[in-house]
């Protein structure tokens, strides 16, 4: 089992539409999660981060975190075409949290 | 403005051949990290470093080495490049627990 884990898609969504993106991940320990977005060529740029249970939200943005059950989820609400492009989930692992694993990433297209 | 500044942006060189990329930072952050990207895989933790003289071994290290002697750089050298090394660097920094900055990359071939 990946110590992260994403669908690597992709997805695809309507324009509009809410983009549901999922990651679970193996270590109970895990304090910080973070989601971040990479188009192609670029590097990665912070959507969210969220450090407690429950949803956390930012404009079309909301990240929710489960840690009894071990996943933490994007969703992007009035999806637009600008929104296409590989979304990747983070988590702080390890003795002091320190060792930061990444999913492979949920490419996301949004059609117009 | 802050930054995470990588150089160089790329470069192509041959087997054995030491190199050595370097990243600066310029917002005090206590936190660096090298991450190596590839089709398929994600981004992949090399080392990171936690502080000034600092540092730990992340997911992948072998045939790297990094070191931490000023709070704001942290060069990652490859003593003896093979091609398996060629791959998207990024280098990062942070506060501890905080989202990292990300530099825009290293593109490295090794023929």
């Known amino acids: 089992q990946k110590e992260v884990e994403q669908n690597s898609g992709p997805l695809s969504v309507p324009e509009g539409a809410i983009a549901s993106l999922n990651c679970t991940y193996s270590d109970r320990g895990s304090q910080s999660f973070f989601w971040y977005r990479q188009y192609s060529g670029k590097s990665p740029e912070l959507i969210m981060f969220i450090y407690s249970n429950g949803d956390k939200e930012d404009g079309r943005f909301t990240a929710q975190l489960n840690k009894a059950s071990q996943y933490v989820s994007l969703l992007i609400r009035d999806s637009q075409p600008s929104d296409s492009a590989t979304y990747l989930c983070?988590?702080?692992?390890?003795?002091?949290?320190?060792?930061?694993?990444f999913g492979a990433g949920t490419r996301l297209f949004v059609k117009a | 403005e802050a930054q995470v500044t990588q150089n160089p942006r790329y470069l192509i060189t041959v087997t054995g051949k030491k190199l050595t990329v370097t990243c600066s930072q310029n917002m005090n952050h206590e936190y660096m990290s090298w991450y190596r990207q590839d089709p398929g895989l994600g981004l992949r933790q090399i080392y990171y470093s936690m502080n000034v003289e600092v540092t730990d071994k992340g997911d992948v290290p072998e045939g790297y080495k990094v070191s931490r002697k000023e709070k704001r750089n942290f060069p990652l050298i490859l003593e003896s490049p093979s091609p398996n090394q060629t791959s998207l660097y990024f280098c990062?920094?942070?506060?501890?627990?905080?989202?990292?900055?990300f530099g825009d990359g290293t593109r490295l071939s090794i023929l």
């Open positions: 983070a988590v702080n692992m390890g003795t002091g949290g320190f060792k930061t694993i």
């Open positions: 990062a920094s942070s506060w501890w627990g905080q989202p990292q900055h």
